[in-house]
């Protein structure tokens, strides 16, 4: 039975994905999944939301009101930052150090394009205010100025913004200078959104700091724009009030999501990842890799026991964003990439994409360069009309000319130029599953691969097999991964603090860790907590993240730990060297619904080279490779002569 | 080779180096390599010739394969580690700790892992070992001829606990060597699983190809290249010893596909530091190559193979024993640099010239040693602004952050900003300067190499020049390579240069 809880079984529970093309609803209701796909609104993607959720419903046959919740996964966050389309907002910074977004870390944009600009900071230097104020490492040096506040503030009420991000020096561990300019702000500009970096982000490091808390600002107000439209649709339509996925995977409320942008920057690759986490957690796969191939990038992550990889921040568009987050690796190669020869005569593949339009050759849309999407054309992979699930008719012959225009400059025959093309694009997604799996210290070779999107279980053998992996499981719901995820999520929230603290002081660290554990039991009432602890050896300066079982658990347990992350990171750990702790980490989570194990099916298996159609996606067996439908419709390959190899 | 086993290769092998990289700077001790990255790896084949290289200090770009040759003419064996730091055999300047593995793929020298990092502390006269004022090699730390850092045991040798021994700040070059080894580790094992993919002679065949790939390439970019001789000259603005300026003359004699690049004319080397071994120099010639070529070449010595470089021993450029180096290869590298620039500038599209200084700045006292660069102005290119507050040329390091930096030392930084109006102006006008005030919190010891102090960086087609830069203690300028004592308290301000402007400014 699919949907958990008592009044999830009675009622329906419904997940919506935003993506670039399409908008997907995942329905739950009665045990039984119905989805849903309309055209993405660029305009205003609430009103595609809103549209995917009444296609579903009637597909169902169910009213809104018999929904109990509805979960949202979105790229709102994400575009704007990638396309700079953010609120006008200012920054507060401590007297001396105003222009630390424009510092950056000093590093070149380019090591040898020596005219190329990093992006533009978030908030240029003319919106920049400082105040005199100055902590360090053990608390206040300077007072903070009450006149320069006030300069500050009267600066910035001249300015036409509509938010401001304060981040002061030292206010990871100091944050009263912080919360008292806060207050001067919000008082004297109503309607201004005010972001400190004490809430956002308390973790050393001035600049990523100071770049994520712009972030948060700068993307509130818009964020906030789009919720409120999504929320009075909802409301008019008669649904529940829409619960956001965060970056980490877990949902938060409206109001929640609205007060930081940043919390939720990316949302759409965290709802794929859960979906894929939830599926093998299904399929009782403990460690797993998923690969969510679409027509521009590639998504991957790791999930071992059903729970996803994390990580502590990310890079988007030249701008560090520090925050708890699924690990999510993306990669520029997808259906779209076009392949070329370089001028040493080596065939390479992206990261130029051809894009929904004009697309590969084969769309016919006036593409004229071969993709790799061309190249599974051309090889027979991708073929009827049901390929691309019916809306894109694929034109092998314009396929096969844009290739060999490529085979002759390379001098190759067109079929082993097709077959190259999908070589060396599958290798670009293997090194981001390396990456994830391999880098963090984790061998991919027992794992499953989940493949979805579009193109994922096109290539995910082939990419299997370049990783060591012998399993490739591609869900029936592939083409709503998402979405599914949404469904299938809990709520979650982080909090994190440093608080540098060696471990042989341990009891110094039961203050700062009993104020984060409040507050998470304030942030979801009877939530489940887990406390993690960012350490490293005294000297070192980057730490790894280690569980800490129980809470205020014995440090002889944590110090054990970390040597064996560390040994198991670096391939050696230093266990009579003292290890100190930079950050704490505590998360609450509330479940969310498992989906049901697969039902087998009745089907003999597929010995490869086959092509298996789904719905919305082609599955691609291999030579070597052997493929069994279960009764859901789900695809489960296995590479031949491994232990659980299907038997013909 | 066909075109796609070559790429696919490529890519396996550059993700090696790269992981290596990565793994050194997350599991190493010193903000010198953790925060700013003053470190780069590589792969060579079994013949010493560098495939692939991470990409992140181009002063490190043609200083490795001296390094493997030293150490192969000494025989190594797996599972060995050697290490090297003179910079006449095969180092650059004694910071920077070169480790080589020969990495053994069943059971024959398939090639050699190399990691470079700059090391905090390595002895000598001045804590940081980047004492201004030096006058002969061995007042700037320990020299280390190639010698096995790891025995045929797999264990560390005595070696060790020399250098521990030698340095003020043994704990942290212990963290940090270790993190050196953990990447030549990895180096082994990934390789194997290269070589477990597509068998130990394809990975050596693939090595070959991608020296010819690159090599081609670069070749084809020469041949762009308008035939011709073309010269420049650039002044150091003294070592340290002498005020006197040290002249560096260049021609580059572009001739087919390959260039020529001599430094006939050069001074000899000068009495103080600011002398480069000819390892350093090449690199400062390969650096200009890359930006003059499509940057999508791989860094490798096929791409070097077409580029002859020459320089009288002696000179400043080709400095023998016992010169002082430390600046050479901090300072001089970019200088030289800016006259490979002025020279083949005059046919190829370059910027004008940015900051052409490392600002090296090295604190330390009682237990530690703090080293830290600071970037600048770019010049202008003809078609754009030059970027502010960013490294131009041999570095790329990044800066320590504030609050890393005052939980580590005793020091304060009173202020960090952009410097204003330093470019030079122009149609396009040259990126900014940097300025940093720090304030020493207990009595220290203080040395700064810089140039640019007394002329700005030149702009290029009719652009202004950018301003010099300035170093201050307590608001009085000192000289541009300086050595002194701090008291708690006192002030050491640096103001970088900006970068020169391009094309006349409009109106």
Redesign the interface.
């Known amino acids: 039975m699919i949907g958990g809880g008592a009044a999830a079984d009675r009622l329906g529970v419904v997940g919506v994905d935003v993506g670039g093309t399409f908008t997907d609803a995942a329905l739950v209701a009665g045990g039984r999944l119905f989805t849903a796909k309309v055209p993405t609104r660029p305009d205003d993607q609430s009103a595609g939301v809103v549209d995917a959720v009444a296609r579903v419903l009637e597909a169902a046959g169910i009213a809104p009101n018999a929904l109990a919740r509805f979960a949202h996964g979105m790229t709102v966050g994400t575009n704007a930052l990638l396309e700079d389309r953010l609120a006008p907002a200012a920054l507060v910074a401590t007297e001396g150090f105003g222009d630390v977004l424009e510092l950056r870390r000093q590093d070149r944009a380019h090591l040898y394009r020596l005219g190329e600009h990093h992006p533009p900071p978030v908030i240029p230097h003319d919106r920049v205010a400082e105040v005199r104020e100055r902590c360090g490492p053990d608390g206040v040096i300077v007072p903070l100025d009450p006149a320069s506040v006030d300069a500050a503030v009267a600066r910035i009420a001249g300015m036409d913004v509509r938010a401001v991000a304060v981040c002061l020096l030292f206010a990871f561990a100091h944050p009263d200078h912080e919360r008292t300019v806060g207050a001067a702000l919000r008082a004297a500009l109503p309607g201004v959104h005010v972001s400190i970096s004490a809430d956002v982000l308390p973790e050393i490091r001035e600049y990523e700091r100071a770049s994520t808390t712009a972030v948060d600002a700068a993307l509130t107000p818009v964020l906030r724009g789009y919720l409120h439209r999504l929320g009075a649709r909802a409301g008019e339509a008669g649904l529940p009030a829409p619960e956001i996925m965060q970056s980490n995977g877990g949902l938060i409320d409206l109001a929640g999501a609205a007060d930081h942008a940043s919390r939720t920057v990316l949302s759409g690759p965290a709802g794929g990842a859960m979906g894929a986490a939830g599926i093998a957690a299904a399929a009782g796969i403990p460690l797993a890799l998923t690969f969510d191939m679409g027509g521009t990038s590639c998504d991957v992550a790791l999930i071992r026991d059903g729970e996803p990889g994390r990580t502590g921040g990310t890079v988007i568009n030249g701008r560090p964003l520090h925050l708890p987050m699924l690990d999510v690796v993306t990669v520029s190669a997808g259906g779209g990439s076009i392949a070329w020869a370089d001028s040493g005569g080596a065939l390479r593949v992206g990261p130029r994409s051809a894009g929904a339009r004009p697309g590969p050759a084969a769309y016919g849309h006036g593409g004229t360069e071969p993709t790799v999407t061309d190249a599974n054309v051309v090889l027979g992979r991708l073929a009827g009309a049901g390929a691309l699930g019916g809306a894109i008719r694929l034109d092998a012959g314009l396929a096969e000319a844009a290739v060999a225009r490529l085979a002759g400059q390379l001098g190759m025959e067109v079929a082993a130029c097709a077959e190259g093309i999908i070589r060396v694009a599958n290798q670009e997604m293997a090194r981001a599953l390396r990456l994830v799996s391999v880098e963090r210290g984790i061998d991919p070779r027992g794992g499953a691969v989940i493949a979805f999107g579009g193109a994922g279980p096109l290539h995910a053998c082939e990419v299997a097999d370049d990783i060591g992996a012998a399993r490739v499981l591609a869900p029936a719901a592939a083409g709503v991964l998402a979405a599914l995820g949404l469904v299938t999520a809990g709520e979650r929230r982080d909090r994190t603090r440093t608080v540098l603290v060696p471990l042989a002081e341990a009891a110094r660290l039961h203050g700062p860790l009993a104020e984060l554990v409040a507050g998470a039991r304030a942030d979801l009432p009877g939530a489940t907590l887990t406390v993690a602890a960012d350490c490293r050896y005294v000297g070192q300066r980057h730490a790894l993240t280690v569980d800490w079982v129980e809470e205020g658990a014995d440090p002889a347990a944590l110090a054990a730990a970390f040597h064996a992350a560390h040994e198991r990171r670096y391939g050696e750990a230093v266990p009579g060297h003292p290890v100190e702790v930079i950050t704490l980490r505590v998360a609450a989570a509330r479940p969310g619904s498992p989906l049901p194990p697969p039902v087998p099916g009745a089907e003999a298996p597929l010995c490869g080279p086959v092509a298996i159609p789904m719905d919305g996606a082609t599955c691609w067996v291999p030579a070597g490779w052997t493929a069994v439908r279960d009764a859901g419709g789900s695809v489960d390959v296995r590479r031949d002569g491994t232990e659980g190899a299907w038997t013909p | 080779m066909?075109?796609?086993t070559?790429?696919?290769m490529?890519?396996?092998l550059r993700?090696v180096a790269e992981?290596m990289e990565?793994?050194m700077?997350?599991?190493?001790?010193?903000?010198n390599i953790?925060?700013r990255?003053d470190c780069s790896t590589a792969l060579f084949d079994a013949a010493g010739r560098m495939v692939v290289q991470s990409?992140?200090i181009?002063v490190h770009l043609g200083a490795m394969p001296e390094a493997v040759a030293a150490v192969i003419a000494r025989g190594a064996a797996p599972p060995e580690v050697w290490i090297v730091n003179d910079p006449y055999r095969g180092g650059t300047h004694l910071p920077d700790l070169t480790l080589v593995s020969p990495v053994s793929l069943d059971g024959t020298v398939a090639g050699y892992a190399v990691t470079r990092a700059h090391h905090a502390d390595v002895g000598g006269m001045s804590p940081g070992s980047m004492p201004a004022g030096s006058r002969e090699l061995v007042q700037e730390g320990l020299v280390l001829p190639p010698v096995r850092l790891v025995g045929a045991d797999g264990a560390p040798t005595d070696i060790l606990d020399v250098i521990l021994a030698n340095s003020r700040t043994p704990?942290?070059r212990e963290?940090d060597l270790?993190?050196q080894l953990?990447a030549h580790?990895?180096a082994q094992a990934r390789l194997e699983e290269v070589a477990g993919?597509y068998t130990p002679p394809a990975v050596a065949h693939a090595m070959a190809e991608l020296l010819a790939?690159?090599e081609?390439?670069t070749r084809?970019e020469i041949a762009g290249m308008p035939d011709g001789r073309y010269t420049a000259e650039e002044f150091l603005e003294g070592d340290g010893v002498t005020d006197a300026p040290l002249a560096i003359r260049v021609a580059v004699e572009i001739s087919g596909d390959r260039m020529r690049v001599d430094f006939a004319g050069t001074d000899p080397a000068g009495p103080g530091n600011c002398n480069c071994p000819i390892a350093v120099t090449r690199s400062a010639v390969y650096?200009v190559v890359?930006?003059a070529t499509?940057?999508?070449?791989p860094a490798s010595a096929g791409a070097f193979a077409p580029v002859e470089v020459v320089a009288p021993e002696g000179s400043l450029v080709a400095a023998t024993p016992p010169s002082a180096v430390a600046g050479g290869n901090v300072e001089t590298s970019s200088r030289i640099v800016d006259a490979v620039f002025a020279a083949l500038g005059q046919v190829v599209p370059?910027?004008a010239q940015?900051q052409g200084t490392m600002n090296n700045l090295t604190l330390g006292g009682n237990g530690f040693t703090y080293y830290e660069t600071?970037?600048g102005g770019?010049?202008?290119?003809p078609?754009?602004?030059?970027?502010?507050?960013?490294?131009?040329a041999m570095s790329?390091?990044?800066?320590t952050?504030?609050?890393?930096l005052?939980?580590a030392y005793p020091l304060?930084?009173?202020?960090?900003?952009?410097r204003r109006g330093s470019g030079g102006a122009g149609l396009h006008r040259g990126g900014d300067g940097?300025e940093r005030?720090v304030r020493a919190l207990v009595d220290m010891e203080a040395s700064v190499i810089a140039e640019r102090r007394a002329r700005g960086p030149r702009g290029a087609a009719g652009g202004g020049d950018g301003a010099p830069g300035r170093t201050t203690v307590n608001g009085v300028t000192v000289p541009a390579k300086w050595r002194g004592r701090l008291a708690a308290g006192d002030v050491l301000g640096l103001e970088t240069p900006g970068g020169g402007g391009w094309g006349a400014a409009p109106g």
């Open positions: 066909d075109p796609v070559l790429r696919v490529a890519n396996a993700a992981e990565a793994a700077v997350r599991a190493a001790h010193s903000p953790t925060e990255r990409a992140s181009p704990a942290e963290g270790r993190a953990a580790r990895l993919r790939y690159a081609r390439r084809a650096f890359r930006c499509d940057p999508d070449i370059l910027p940015g600071l970037g770019q010049g202008a290119s078609d754009g602004d030059g970027p502010s507050a960013v490294h131009v790329n390091t990044r800066n952050p504030v609050e890393v005052e939980v304060r930084v009173e202020a960090h900003r952009v940097v005030r």
